[in-house]
């Protein structure tokens, strides 16, 4: 059985990295592009929010930071589409270090109550960078264009987001069976008898929200790059943030699937229906969609499946 | 436990077969005597959907003009929007797919100025015309040579008419001292541009210069300090919530400058409907208005007036209306589809829309617009340029009635 | 920087600071008893904006008046939703994120509803009231901000009077207490959840009407109206109606004092920051949790 898997997901590797080879139009190199930076951003939340139930609402926060630290390196130190690229990975290496700052404190503060601190860190985020004409201010930052046919430079950046999302699973697969992982789902069930059980909670939770902020840094990074212009009511908009926790937790939050799941659904039928039907009907029918899943599967798609499996 | 793994496993190899499917509906086949297809996004659902749709009625009535014309080259016109949800990233990857993947014969513009400062680049990486109201004059700068703004929605040149015309007024019967309140978003820093540059020119004291982040909840503190600072003149210069929220405590705290100028909030059909009296004698700009003597208007009148039931076409209105004559224009001008062809055209030639007729400098951009238009008697009335004045304006403004 | 500033920007903060008190605080009690978050509740307070609106427009009725047709017909309504919508998801184990998912659906649906009935445009709500204030000395007191503000007293009193007197309320209070216990002695928990549920939608559509009379409103102006309550009901406590209305006060106060004594563009900034570091020391909002 494992073997069979671990071939199956190599085959689906190999077809999705294939993909831009066979020279698909343009849209469809972004469409997946913005495919799998959900995956990455319900997945790296998923870490924090599903694992631990810890339902963080501000991180677009790291997106954005991601995004404009990217954004204003390439600016000001004239990178070229390498360096830009590369330029992300600090970019999330400094929405983690934002995160450990950040949740020290905070994830001492628990269940609703932690949400709505995340809200305001996150609007803290986007008016400084708002208020602060040096991190890009209220009129945003350009970046220049990769020097090559727009098909190689989506190609590209395709590819780098494809490889992300495949270091993110795999932390996220690593963090499921581990022992870490089940620390967090002990944290989830029961803090305070996690901590009976000498499970270092404060010391992993903060671990898990590091790692949750990093990937997102990164993907902002790139999507800054994808979009060409940034602002501050692009990459921080509280939107993104509550996106991704339906997301995880349509699909099934604190399951390694789940986020996969839920962030390839609702991304495909939005699109879909933005295509299909007059404005405001795929509106409700979108909406309509949370109500009749949750109504049918209250826990998640994920737990529904698996009981059916079962049963 | 693995019999469950692998049921979700299954689950996502459906979705990545389903999402392959997905991906191969294939793209409309175009050809002579078909249609001209015009796609691209707007927002009209969320946040700007209001703006959105007005545009889209705007393009929808020229399309229904052309139509009844015998079409655009021979050719009947259709358009293909899609609805970016106010979405900026959405907004990019729309326009992508228009390009792409319909292989529209044209693109059309957007709104907000955010999203058609993404979407330039999106055109100008693809060589496709993009004629829009842009993103301020910081989006013209970039060297964009695809991206027109017929006419642009631009806050540098928003107040140009209104300083002009109070240059002609006697210095004694000036204000004196300014408030300038701005949001702070690239609409706001663009309106900041000019009044900083003719404040200075025309001796005007700028006691408050203060920006503000949206929403705006209370303005009730800023009207006290515009109040105890004695400002005769004061700038709201934001959108139609925050513009609402300043009139309503200025009004209530029987605050009475000479002239309250407005940014691009009073220039919605909302502004005379909801505000009433109450929103008379503000000052403004616009790009375009419809009471120019522009052949064209009259037309557009009438059809908002039958359909709508409003006196004259709301801005955005005719922004959509006059993009699409622009691109009308050209295509006709170049006799081609052919994108470079037509951007050389529209470099070297005048149009002539119900803005007035403008021709394209390097960035795309037209002569520098200068109307400036008073609200007076629930009217919308052009004060400025003075030969094609409407209306006297009125200054000061009379106390606020109770 | 003088009094007369100062002591006016208070007068409207705390005024404000009320009205997103009465739209939260049927957000708070839905919380508190029925592990509901509710993301269509301010939704559900457009809803009542709109009425008024309409009402206004159309047969001159003033949306205080208003208020005694569309809070019952809210309260019909509500009813219907959680008999169809959220009892059947009272049984998820997770119900708070199972009832965030759900009426974030019908916050998307509501609002698009309303686009196609009432149109994009914003609207102002402009009772002949609409710009008046009452002026006492140096001071002015808007009228809007008045209405808003004693709608707010009277509705917040009115929930606060029927958890504590009435047999009903008591009841409810009871199952949020003890809610196995409460079963036992035959009070029937749907009923009362129905209620609640009802009752705070209720509270929203009044919340709703005299937000409206402050700022425009257009149909996405829930989401924005959903973060203010939010911060109210954390600051007050979940559940706890007296803290809400505290903490009403209390973000009218900080507002207001922001808004005399720093640079606008900080405004904002201050605000969700110090609610932050407020949230730091004191993780559990101002005051303990309890209906």
Known sequence: MQKYRLVAIAILIVMLAAFPFLEPEVYYLSFM?????????????????GYTGYLSFGHAAFFGIGAFATAKAASMLELTPFLTILASIPAGALAALVALIVGYPCLKIRGPYFSVVTICFAFVVELTVKNIEFLGGAEGIWLKFMDIPEKLSRSILYEVMLLLMIVTLSVAWWLDRSRFGAGLRAIRSDEEVAETMAIPTAKIKIQAFVLSAFFPGIAGGLFAYYLTYIHADVVFNINISILIVLMAMFGGGGTWLGPIIGAVILTVVNEGLSTFAQAEIARIIYGALFIVVTIFMPNGIIDFFRKKGSS | MKGKRMKGFSLLMTIAVLCGLMLTVPAAAIGAGK???????????????ETGQWIERGMRFWAEGINAKGGLLGRPVEFKIYDDQSNVGKAVTFAEKAITVDKVDLLFGGYPGTAARAVMPVAEKHKVVYVSMGGHMKSFQQGYTYSF???PLMGEWWYEGFFQWLATIPANQRPKRAAVYTINNPVGLALQDSIDRWTKKLNIQVAINEKYNSPLADATSMIVKAKQMNCDIIFANGFFPDGVTTMKAAKALDYNPKAIVQGVGSVVPAWIKELGADGDFVFSGTSLYNKLNYPGNDKLNAYVKTKYNLDGYPLYFGFGYAWMQTIEQAVTGAKSLDQTKIRDWLKTHKVDTIAGPMTFDKKGLPAPINFCTQIINGKVELIWPKNIRTKEPVYPKPAWKK | MDSVLIIQSLISGIMMGMVYALLGVGFSLTWGVMHVIHISHAAFGLLGAYLA???????????????????????LVACGVYQ?????????????????????????????????IWKADPRVLTPTYASGALIVGPFYFQYPHLVGFSLSIVGITAIYLFLKKTYTGMAVRAAWQQPEATQL???????ISMITFAL???????????????????????NLWLIYLFLVVIVGGVGNVIGTAMAGLIIGVITGLSMAFLPYQWVNLVTFGLLMIFLIFRPHGLFKQGV
């Open chain 1, 33 to 49: 592009f913005s495919l799998f930076m959900y995956v990455v951003l319900a997945s790296s939340w998923n870490f924090i929010g």
């Open chain 2, 35 to 49: 249609p001209i297809v015009i796609g691209g996004s707007l927002p009209l659902t969320g946040e700007f959907a």
């Open chain 2, 149 to 151: 703004g017929a006419p």
């Open chain 3, 53 to 75: 609106y309409s009402l206004l427009q159309y047969f001159g009725v003033d949306p205080v008046v208003s208020a005694a047709v569309s809070v019952p017909l809210l309260f």
């Open chain 3, 84 to 116: 169809l919508l959220i009892r059947p998801i009272t049984k998820a184990k997770e119900v708070i994120v199972a009832s965030m998912i759900l009426t974030f659906g019908l916050a998307i649906i509501l609002e698009n509803v309303m686009v196609l």
């Open chain 3, 185 to 191: 002695y035959g009070v029937n928990l749907y009923r």
């Open chain 3, 200 to 222: 705070a939608v209720s509270t929203a559509g009044a919340g709703g009407i005299s937000l409206a009379l402050l700022n425009s409103f257009e149909p996405h102006s829930h």
